[in-house]
C-alpha cells in the first residue's frame, strides 16, 4: 500500500466532488445527540463546497433511536436519519457503533466516497477531500498501539493482523501526533475518508468482531477507565480502547491500494492542546478544519474551548458562532425554565436564584424544616412529590446516602419523575457517573428531561412495554430488558415502573454483590415473589431495600 501526504496528492490529484461523497455518523439519545447535531450544523456551516453533500446519521440501537425533536432538526438540516439494530453485541465498547455504522454505509449507499467522522468533532474549516482509497490521520498518543516487536501490546498486533490475514509488518510505521511516538501503523477512526467500493469499511467490520469473539481486549488487566466525550466509560470498555482503530488500520492495509495522510488541520485533538502560563500552543496554528473537542463542549470546559480555538487560529466567525450555538443550549439545559422547584437545601445542584427554602416558620413562629419535595410541570399541571407522600423523597435520599453512597458509580431506574430528579441533584454527593432512566412514555419522559438539571452521565431512554412482534426472532428488547444491551452492572437500581417483577428478574441479572436494589409499593402482593431474587436489607414505609442473593451477574 503506498501511503503518501495530502499536501503532495492536492498538487497532483483533483479533489473529490460534492456530490461524490457522505458523511455518516453515529447519533443516538444519549450524551452523543447534541453533539451529532452540533457536527451536523457544523458542516452546513463552514463546509464549503462540501456543505450540501449529503448526510447520513444513524442510530445502530433502535431502542436508543433519537426524539422527535432532533428527528425535526435534521430533516431541517437535509440530513438521513436511520435507525436500525446494527449492534447487537451488547458491548460496553460504544465505538463499535461507528464500525457497524461504516460497514452499513458502504453496503447500503451509493456515494464513490464516505467520511466517517465521530460525532464529537467539529468542521471549522472548508476541507479539501482528495482521491484515494483512504483517507486518515494517525492516532494522537501511543495508547494501545504496539512501537514493534519488543513493545508487550505487539502480541495483541500480530493476532489483528492475523485476523486480516497479513502478517503485522505489512502496516507502516508513522509516528503518533501528540507524543510523537513511532508506531505500527494505527489510525484515529473518528476521521476518515474511505473509497466505497474499496470495502475498507466491511473489512473492519468482519476483523473487529472476530476479534471480539476471541474476547481480544489491547489493555487487558490495566486497571484503567478511560474518560471520553461523554465521560467515564468504565473497566470493560477501557480493556477494549483502541481496539475499533486497530481494526481499522488493519483493514486500511488489506484492503487499500493508497492512503493519504491528512494534515494537522485535521482531525486537532483539542483536549490534548493546553497551553498557558509559559507553555505554548503544542500544534501549530493556522486555518484548522475539523477539531476533535472530546468532553470539551461540556459546561466546565467551554472557556477552554473557545480559547484553543482562538489559539489555532480559527476564524473569528466561526468561534463567534460556536459560542453562540453553546449559549443556545443553556437555557434548556442547565436552568430548563427553571421548572422543577427544590425545597431541600444543597439537594439540586442549581445556581442559588432558583432555590427555595429548606425551612419554613410555621402559624407559631417558630421555624420548621419543609419536607424534601420536588415538582414537575406535566401538561400545564404541577405535580408535587408528595403526590406519593410527605415522606417520598426523604426516605429515598435517606437510603441514597445510608445503603448506596460508599459503591456509587453506576445507577439504573425503571420509571423516570420526581426520583430522577432526586439523584440527579445528589450526584456529586452520590460521586454518580452514569445514570440510565427508563420509561414506557416518550412523551411523559421527555417533559421529566427538559426539567431535569444537565449532565453528560444522565442516559434517559424509552421503550415499549412489549418490545417489536414482527416475528419469533425480533432482537429489539424491551422495557424491562432495555438494561441488558447497556453492557455494564449497576450499584443501585430502582424498580418503579411498569412490568416491575420482569425488571426485577432483569435487575437480578444486573448486579454485583454490593448493588442495591430498591422496590416502590413492595406491599402489593403481586410482588412478594420478588423475594425469591433478592434478600430484604429493609422493608420501609415507602420502598423495600433489598440486595442480590448471590447470582452471576450479565455479561
Known sequence: MQLTSLATETATRPPIEPADIVFVLCIEKTAIEPQGLLLIESIREFGGCY???????????????????????????????????????????????????????????????????????????????????????????????????????????????????????ALPMIRTTVDGVLIRASYNAGFTVVRRASGILSKTSSIFHDSLREDLRPLRGRAIDVYASTGHVGAEASEFWGSSQ??????????????????????????????????????????????HYHW?????????????????????????????????????????????????????????????????????????????????????????????????????????????????????????????????????????????????????????????????????FTADLTGPRRSDRDPEPNYATLPLDLGRTFDFIFIDGRRRLECALTAALLCHPQSVVVLHDYRRARYRSVKSLFEVVEDGPQFRVMRSKGRRSHG
Open 246 to 291: 486497530a481494526a481499522l488500520s488493519m483493514a486500511i492495509c488489506a484492503c487499500a491500494n493508497d492512503a493519504v495522510l491528512y494534515d494537522d488541520r485535521y482531525n486537532i485533538p483539542l483536549h490534548h492542546l493546553e497551553f498557558g502560563a509559559g507553555r505554548p500552543l503544542p500544534w501549530p496554528a493556522g486555518d484548522p478544519i475539523l477539531v
Open 51 to 169: 456543505a450540501r453533500s449529503p448526510i447520513v446519521a444513524l442510530s445502530p440501537r433502535p431502542e436508543l433511536a433519537i426524539t422527535g425533536r432532533s428527528r425535526a432538526r435534521l430533516a431541517e438540516l437535509d440530513v438521513a436519519y436511520v435507525s436500525a439494530p446494527l449492534n447487537r453485541t451488547r458491548s460496553a465498547y460504544l465505538p463499535t457503533n461507528r464500525i457497524v455504522a461504516g460497514a452499513w454505509a458502504e453496503q447500503n449507499l451509493t456515494s464513490e466516497y464516505i467520511v466517517v467522522l465521530d460525532s464529537d468533532t467539529l468542521f471549522v474549516g472548508e476541507p479539501a477531500f482528495v482521491h484515494a482509497d483512504a483517507g486518515v490521520r494517525p492516532v494522537d498518543v501511543k495508547g494501545s498501539t504496539s512501537s514493534g516487536p519488543s513493545d508487550p501490546l505487539d502480541a495483541y498486533w500480530q493476532r489483528i493482523a492475523g485476523l486480516a490475514g497479513l502478517p503485522v509488518e
Open 296 to 460: 470539551l463542549t461540556m459546561p466546565q470546559h467551554r472557556q477552554a474551548l473557545i480559547g484553543r480555538l482562538a489559539a489555532l487560529g480559527a476564524r473569528s466567525t466561526v468561534v463567534a458562532w460556536l459560542e453562540r450555538r453553546l449559549r443556545m443550549e443553556q437555557p434548556a439545559g442547565l436552568l430548563h425554565r427553571a421548572a422543577v422547584l427544590f425545597r431541600a437545601g444543597g439537594t439540586a445542584e442549581w445556581p442559588s436564584r432558583h432555590r427555595t427554602r429548606s425551612a419554613q416558620r410555621s402559624l407559631d413562629g417558630k421555624r420548621r424544616e419543609a419536607p424534601l419535595e420536588n415538582s414537575l410541570t406535566l401538561g400545564g399541571v404541577v405535580r408535587s412529590s408528595g403526590t406519593y407522600g410527605a415522606d417520598y423523597l426523604e426516605e429515598m435520599q435517606r437510603i441514597l446516602l445510608t445503603h448506596v453512597t460508599p459503591v456509587t458509580r453506576s445507577f439504573l431506574e425503571w420509571g423516570s419523575g420526581h426520583t430522577t430528579l432526586l439523584i440527579l441533584g445528589m450526584r456529586s454527593r452520590l460521586s454518580l457517573d452514569y445514570f440510565a432512566s427508563i420509561d414506557d412514555n416518550q412523551e411523559y419522559q421527555a417533559l421529566v428531561v427538559a426539567q431535569a438539571p444537565v449532565w453528560d452521565g444522565f442516559h434517559p
